[in-house]
């Protein structure tokens, strides 16, 4: 096996290093008349090697240095995107579900970052995806701008639903549409700071073929660059932007991009209670973390057939604990260290439905704390939706006191101003 290198010095080296040893030994096989198989192996070598070179020379201190502007963020759901709003996506939903005040909440709460998570179908145009309505793009304008207006930076992340993503997964023409619509929604915004608005490519792809992602993610890169060449991208890997598939991926040959992974492990504790994960989930209620073979007694009864039994009993076997979250979280750390990458983890969070509280807060604290001890931002799934930071009632925002502790922010002792 061929070990590459994974830093510029010694790629350049190594590089040079093959170059001479080539063509010695196709000097002395010339001469000599040695096996031209062992020419041929010296030859491959080397034409790996400078294959591999865009990939480990080029320098991705930008996007380190801009990595660090997403260290605590908060996702926006439920606003331009999953709009569950019987109106749908109207100018009366987008005016009235996040606000002036809502910003500034998250601002005094001591986030630095939104992920806007914005929903492309509603104003995708089949075959003229270039062409974004200026009515409906106005409105996203006057959510980004309320963002920026408050200092906090922003991550624009494309975030349809699944047959938009099904689509991409299978129909090429598809895809061209998608780069055709991305590269002028970069341009639109491309006068925008660099340093304050990204461009994430993909809310969770839902590609099986990993090989496909991966090209599919180049070419989508490619037209955001083209777009606006100075902003920073953000990529993930193939399916449900896990971080599993985060260690199969290879970075693109692009050095402004960050890397994102989502964290939800275990999801029988983060998903318990949820309608629209795996079914018996939503038999789960009070479900223990960390978790022991004997603390999940309650939560096995609960579920009323033999083999989903045996899924709570693994639960209860595999002692989910700090130890065990930050040893998941350590894999996709050493996955950025070997490729020289910067990492965020833009989601986690657990569903608020059925879990108990102090649980709920003892794995978001797990988290966050592995994810910072390995340098890696974090953005919490999600503002005012199921995984929610603050609670609403008769028009009433308030933020939730343990969970802002878990993620080791401050709770505003007042109602912030909408003013910047």
Known sequence: MIRLPNRTGSTRAAITAARRASEAVISTGVRGGRNLSSIRTVIAIFILLTAAAPIFSQDNSLAFKRAQHLRHGINLSHWFSQVFDPKGYTKEHFDAYDTA?????????????VRFALNCDPMFRRGQADRIPA??????????????????????????????KQKLASDDTFVEQFEDYWRALAKHFSSLD?????????NEPEFKDRYRWMGVQAQLARAIREGAPNHTIIAAGAHWSSSNDLLFLEPLR?????????FYDPDIFTHQGATWSTNFQHYLANLPYPSTPENVAAAHAQVPDAINQQTVEHYGLARWNAARVDAEIAEAAAWGKRWNVPLTCNEFGVYRGTSNPNYRAAWIHDVRTALEKYNIGWTMWDYAGGFAVVTRKDGVTTPDAITIKALGLTVPTAPPSSKP
């Open 194 to 202: 660099p340093e304050k608005v990204f461009f994430e490519v993909l």
């Open 101 to 113: 005040q809502d910003i500034a909440l998250i601002k005094a709460m001591g986030f630095d970052h």
């Open 135 to 164: 009515e409906y793009l106005a409105m996203v304008d006057a959510a980004v701008k309320m963002i920026l207006d408050q200092n906090l930076n922003v991550i624009i992340d494309i975030h349809p639903e699944s047959d938009f």
């Open 254 to 262: 692009d050095p402004n991009v960050i890397y994102n992974f989502h």
